[in-house]
């Protein structure tokens, strides 16, 4: 059974770094094609990719946010590990993280598959 | 690529057929459209995955189509589960999108 699971602080204050944390279980970050995505969501708005951390460690960023992110995994503890710097009220959401679904059939590799709850973020003086 | 969904609110009954559409600011390939469903208070859940192909457990009443620019989410009979969010996303070399979602409420 794959699951995962966001953590982090519920309420952060303008221009603090949040630190989010994915754990995950039932497949591994050491896995060839495997990879775990964050994804935020503001309240009542659209969905919005913000990176994604590959099996062989290679990273992907948001253009618009790629300056205040880094995305990092510790594979001992099946965790993915989000930072981003420097927030704002408009970075209030409900973050997600999701498993990039493996490459096995054509056009699987670009979708998510599995998703954390969500965890909400807001960010307020 | 910008994805523009349509309408951004569906008010039906339940049995009858929704038809969702998302609109891509250029061309990608099929291969790279999914749409996922998420209900008040859920995470998102895949359901078609290129374009057409439905993820694991999804029920057949699900279907999607479209290629190029122009891509379509069917529902027909609608249950009383399925009135929720739909968002389409599209796959672009290193990166993703997401359509600003559409609304299936109950008329």
């Known amino acids: 059974q794959i699951t995962l699971k966001e953590s982090g602080p519920t309420v952060v204050k303008p221009t603090q770094t949040l630190t989010l944390t994915c754990t995950f279980s039932g497949f591994s970050l050491t896995t060839s094609g495997v990879g775990v995505s964050w994804i935020r969501q503001p309240p009542g708005k659209a969905l919005e990719w913000l990176a994604l951390i590959y099996w062989d460690d290679d990273k992907l960023y948001s253009p618009s946010l790629k300056s205040r992110l880094t995305i990092s995994k510790d594979t001992s503890k099946n965790q993915v590990v989000l930072t981003m710097t420097n927030m704002d009220p408009v970075d209030t959401a409900t973050y997600y993280c999701a498993r990039r679904g493996r490459p096995i059939r054509l056009g699987y ?14 960010v307020s003086a | 690529i910008v994805l ?36 008040a208070g859920q995470a998102p859940r895949l359901l078609i995955y290129a374009a057409s192909n439905r993820a694991t457990g999804i029920p057949d009443r699900f279907s999607g189509s479209g ?35 559409t609304k299936v409420e109950i008329k």
């Open chain 2, 4 to 39: 523009t969904q349509s309408p951004d609110t569906l008010s039906l009954s339940p049995g009858e057929s929704a038809t969702l559409s998302c609109r891509a600011s250029q061309s990608g390939g099929s291969s790279y459209i999914a749409w996922y469903q998420q209900k």
């Open chain 1, 109 to 122: 590799g670009f979708v998510f598959d599995y998703w954390g709850q969500g965890a909400l973020v807001t």
């Open chain 2, 67 to 101: 290629s190029g620019t122009d891509f379509t989410l069917t529902i027909s009979r609608l249950e009383p589960e399925d009135f929720a969010v739909y968002h389409c996303q599209h796959y672009s070399p290193s990166a993703w999108t997401f359509g600003q979602g």
